[in-house]
């Protein structure tokens, strides 16, 4: 019996790191007050980008990022990181699941630590 085939998936590729001022300006967007990035690497090559698109970095638009590392640390600015504490979430999302798998309550929502650690990229 033949397989059906199937049409290929059309992968949308986002751009990242400093493709996305360019992108943002082709979309005719306005420049964003402030970026958040997941990775410091990510956060980085935004910052990069909007740096070599004249735009100026805290003063126009500020860059954070969700995990601290050594791309975070080494840019000019340096970037400011919002440590998520992954552990800890991990764990509160972990009990929430197993309650409500049981056929409990969950106690939820749960706050969780975070710990901002402020550099230059957010510095005004």
């Given at each position: 019996m033949p397989q059906a085939q199937r049409a290929p998936r059309r992968r949308r590729r986002l751009?990242?790191?400093?493709?996305?001022?360019?992108?943002l300006r082709?979309?005719?967007?306005?420049r964003p007050d402030a970026v958040f990035c997941l990775t410091g690497r990510h956060a980085a090559g935004v910052?990069?980008?909007?740096l070599?698109?004249?735009?100026r970095v805290p003063e126009e638009t500020l860059v954070v990022t969700g995990s601290d590392s050594e791309h975070a640390r080494n840019s000019r600015p340096a970037v400011s990181?919002?440590?998520?504490?992954?552990?800890d979430s991990s764990a509160a999302l972990l009990d929430i699941l197993q309650?409500?798998?049981a056929g409990r309550p969950?106690?939820?929502?749960?706050?969780?630590?975070?710990?901002?650690?402020?550099?230059?990229?957010?510095?005004?």
């Open positions: 751009p990242g790191g400093p493709r996305v001022p360019a992108h082709r979309q005719k967007r306005a910052q990069r980008g909007l070599a698109r004249g735009v990181a919002l440590e998520l504490n992954p552990v309650s409500l798998i969950a106690d939820a929502p749960r706050l969780t630590r975070a710990r901002f650690r402020p550099r230059a990229s957010t510095r005004r």
